[in-house]
């Protein structure tokens, strides 16, 4: 069985902190992570792998810098590493970034593809879904719980409210929630050999055949980014201290019947 | 040409979810700007009679495709639906609820047609004078805004955050057309075989329809800490929640805690116990209408964000609290 697992390396958004004076991101010294829900789908196809053999192949797209991901994911146990990364791929939307990443898929060959549910820079959720479109397999997204029967994958699929056990054919692509499994830490000796394996790098004149230029990068990506900020400060509220339990009582209960909330 | 505003429905087990009127409501809006009508698109089995209300929130059409195949939802089916209808009816913007469901079918279909999708609005508009959609939504844990337009494809689609938009208003008198539509479905764009259907067996709170959060962090110092707040809940009618760190640290279920991706609360009272204000907690609860926050420390990210800000021990003062409130609803009812 081949399983291919698509990776992000993302800036690690819990460290990211707001300049007080400026309200912009601090992004200096963020370090960069593979994201979560990845993370738990690789781990996932690597105890796949030890129940049921094959190979897990690590593929990410990014600028070279992603090659560091690729070397933890390889330092966890995965067979081989891509890193997708040409200048034409730059300012990608979703729907071109699947594109590229579903056009290299069909070129490396797979059984089953694991995306996580999203990344937590963007949080779109997109990605999984749309490349599974493009190969034309089935997807299922939220998973939380999953295995394979023979050539079927079963898995656990998230609701608000509720959860389907459901069985889908492969090829087929599954995208991870964090919870579907707790990555295994970096094994000492693999470190060394991944430092030591290629990571093989696919460009745009590797997928050019078959990638239509019009269809990738910031020109090719049907949605454009107009404008950014980050959201305006409130007027500063009340603050109140040196108050004793009952007078700190007296003035909420105060605000909560001017406000009619009582 | 393509117009109109289409809403596709969320409904799970024959419900409609409350994101669908949301939808409906702000579709209005943005039709009204545009000269264009809102249609809703209901996709379920045995649904049909649920048009009618879809039409007092505010839809001028309804488009109907009732089918076996979508008892459950899967995703084919349903994106192989929409995409029939979007053929078919050419819209110029389709809207879905940022949902497990939503969130699923939507990028489907946007990659069947090809077109852009902008996932987890929080902020719709058309631009006055490009008649574009303007859809705005954050990033990086809430901290940055980004608005995001589609440009050169169609229909212009957006999945948007349950709980942002509010609930348009119901009338009873308002007429529209209901219409059937044949989207050629069968029993084998079922490539995904459902073998049970797990319901939760807690009853899941839904921590975003709650008119008042009393919510407590890392200051209720464990899971008993939660009893006096859960006290002051039922005192004001509304539900606890939590910050990461009591869910991290099994104090309390993970359906009440805000500030994950997509659980974005804004109730009438936020009351914040104990809570320092990480920017995914505040990203996720400052649009609140009034915040109250109780905390020993003035210095925190909380208690600036607040209205009004507290300095004092949350276990001394939210038990009196409950009293008090319990004292003055005692004393108007006299």
């Known amino acids: 069985m081949k399983i291919i697992v698509c990776i992000k390396q993302v800036p690690d958004t819990a460290e990211v902190k707001l300049d007080p004076k400026t309200n912009t991101l601090i992004r200096d010294g963020v370090p960069s992570i593979i994201n979560h829900d990845d993370k738990a789908g690789l781990e996932t196809a690597l105890k796949l792998r030890e129940t049921r053999g094959g190979t897990v192949t690590v593929v990410c797209m990014g600028p070279p810098q992603a090659d560091v991901a690729l070397r933890e994911a390889l330092a966890m146990g995965a067979d081989e590493a891509y890193l997708l990364s040409a200048r034409e791929f730059g300012g990608s939307d979703t729907y071109a970034t699947a594109t590229i990443i579903a056009t290299a898929l069909k070129k490396i060959g797979f059984d089953l593809v694991i995306t996580g549910r999203q990344a937590i820079d963007g949080d779109t959720a997109q990605v999984g879904p749309q490349i599974a479109e493009q190969l034309g397999i089935p997807q299922v997204s939220y998973v939380e719980e999953a295995r394979v029967e023979g050539n079927d994958v079963i898995v656990k699929r998230q609701f608000e409210d509720s959860a389907h056990i459901l069985k889908v054919k492969m090829p087929c692509l599954i995208t991870a929630l964090a919870e579907l499994a707790q990555p295994r830490y970096m094994n000492v000796g693999k470190i060394v050999d991944a430092y030591q394996k290629e990571i093989k790098v696919i460009g745009f004149d590797d997928l050019k055949t078959s990638l239509n230029p019009d269809w990738i990068g910031i020109n090719g990506s049907p949605t454009n980014v107009v404008k950014s900020f980050t959201k305006q400060a409130k007027v500063a509220g009340t603050l109140m201290k040196d108050l004793t339990p009952d007078q700190a009582v007296a003035a909420i209960m105060d605000k909560l019947i001017e406000r009619h909330i009582i | ?334």
């Not at chain 2, 800490?225 to 009591?246: D, F, M």
């Not at chain 2, 640290?249 to 997509?262: A, L, N």
């Not at chain 2, 209205?307 to 108007?332: E, H, M, S």
Request: proline letters at 4%; charged letters at 25%; a positive charge.
């Open chain 2, 1 to 334: 040409m393509n117009k109109d505003i289409f809403v596709i429905v969320e409904q799970r087990a024959g419900h409609i979810q409350k994101v669908t009127y949301e939808l409906i409501g702000e579709a209005t809006k943005l039709a009204k700007d545009l000269g264009e009508e809102v249609v809703v698109v209901l996709l379920g089995k045995g649904i049909t009679d649920q048009a009618q209300t879809l039409i007092q929130y505010g839809a001028a059409k309804v488009l109907v495709v009732d089918n076996p195949v979508l008892e459950h939802y899967t995703t084919e089916p349903y994106a192989k639906a929409i995409h029939y209808i979007i053929k078919k009816f050419t819209p110029n913007i389709v809207l879905y609820g940022a949902s497990s469901i939503g969130r699923d079918v939507a990028p489907r279909v946007a990659g069947r047609v090809h077109t852009g999708l902008t996932a987890d609005c929080t902020g719709l508009a058309i631009d006055p004078e490009t008649k574009l959609l303007m859809m705005t939504r954050p990033a990086f844990g809430g901290n940055i805004m980004a608005t995001i337009v589609c440009r050169k494809y169609r229909p212009q689609m957006a999945t948007v955050r349950p709980g942002v938009m509010a609930m348009p208003t119901k009338d009873a008198s308002r007429k529209g057309e209901i219409i059937q539509v044949d989207a050629g479905l069968t029993k084998a764009d079922m490539n995904v075989e459902i073998m049970e259907v797990v319901k939760s067996k807690q009853k899941v709170v839904d921590i975003t329809e709650a008119k008042v959060l009393v919510s407590g962090g890392r200051g209720v110092g464990g899971p008993e800490g939660y009893e006096p707040l859960r006290k002051l809940a039922a005192q004001l009618g509304g539900e606890v929640s939590s910050s990461r760190i009591g869910v991290d640290s099994g104090w309390i279920e993970k359906s009440r805690q805000v500030g994950q991706t997509g659980k974005t609360v804004r109730p009438n009272l936020y009351l914040a116990c104990g809570i320092s204000g990480a920017i995914q907690h505040l990203a996720g609860m400052e649009d609140s209408e009034f915040i109250v926050a109780i905390n020993k420390d003035e210095t925190c990210p909380m208690m600036k964000l607040a209205d009004l800000g507290v300095v004092g021990d949350l276990k001394l003062i939210v038990p009196k609290l409950t009293q008090a409130i319990a004292d003055y609803r005692a004393k108007q009812k006299v």
